[in-house]
């Protein structure tokens, strides 16, 4: 089975400066992706960023980025100028190729200090 | 576009109170899900379904019963609520290609609370 870490369940960043989230997962399998997902306080969960297993070239979105080291199993997220609007909840999940159910980390909470 | 829709948004239940949370999608997504939200733990599968009249067990299913008799609706229902069930719930489908990189869209959750 797999299974997702994320070993920070608190951090905080000053406004407009950088933080990276750390996730890491253990998986035999060869072919995934892996999410970063946002939970602000109204619960919705929003899809931040995705990378697929396969590709080398890290995923970027905007202001947010990941770092995929496949050899080491580690996805983090770099979330660059931060705002108050980034503060959350974010949650890595795992996704098997052919394989619709995500495997959750516990969550990292994000404050942003103005 | 509606795209996920759970209802009700909270909800509290006496122990041994039975409820159904509702699921309904408006993308023709064949595949959905119901997930709880525990404090330090994350999000855990209760219960999946690849189509209409397939469902299979997730990571934690005792106590939820699920059904598939539409693509568009996917309800959770808890026969005898106990403590232990207070949680958050969301739903969520997405397009199942084969691909694995597609889009899981989430509902608004579900706070329910077992008194």
């Known amino acids: 089975a797999q299974t997702v870490t994320q070993s920070q369940p608190e951090m905080s960043v000053q406004e407009a400066e950088t933080v990276t989230l750390s996730c890491t997962y253990d998986?035999?399998?060869?072919?995934?992706?892996l999410f970063w997902y946002k939970q602000p306080p109204s619960r919705q969960m929003i899809l931040v960023i995705r990378q697929e297993a396969y590709k080398q070239q890290n995923a970027t979105e905007n202001r947010f980025s990941v770092n995929f080291q496949k050899a080491a199993k580690s996805f983090s997220l770099k979330i660059s100028d931060s705002q108050l609007g980034d503060a959350a909840m974010y949650f890595c999940a795992y996704r098997g190729r052919g394989n619709e159910k995500l495997t959750f980390g516990t969550g990292t909470r994000l404050t942003i200090i103005p | 576009n509606a795209g996920v829709t759970q209802t009700p948004k909270f909800q509290v239940l006496k122990t041994g109170q039975s409820m159904t949370l509702q699921c309904a999608q408006d993308?023709?997504?064949?595949?959905m899900s119901w997930y709880r939200q525990d404090p330090g733990m994350g999000l855990r599968l209760i219960h999946y379904s690849v189509g209409a009249g397939i469902t299979d067990q997730g990571e934690v299913p005792n106590g939820y019963n699920v059904s598939r008799s539409t693509t568009e609706d996917f309800p959770l229902r808890l026969l005898s609520a106990a403590p232990s069930q207070t949680s958050v719930y969301f739903c969520?489908?997405?397009?199942?290609?084969?691909?694995?990189?597609?889009?899981?869209?989430f509902g608004q959750g579900t706070r329910l609370t077992v008194v």
């Open positions: 998986t035999s399998e060869s072919d995934y992706y």
């Open positions: 993308m023709n997504h064949e595949y």
């Open positions: 969520a489908s997405s397009s199942s290609t084969g691909v694995g990189n597609t889009e899981a869209f």
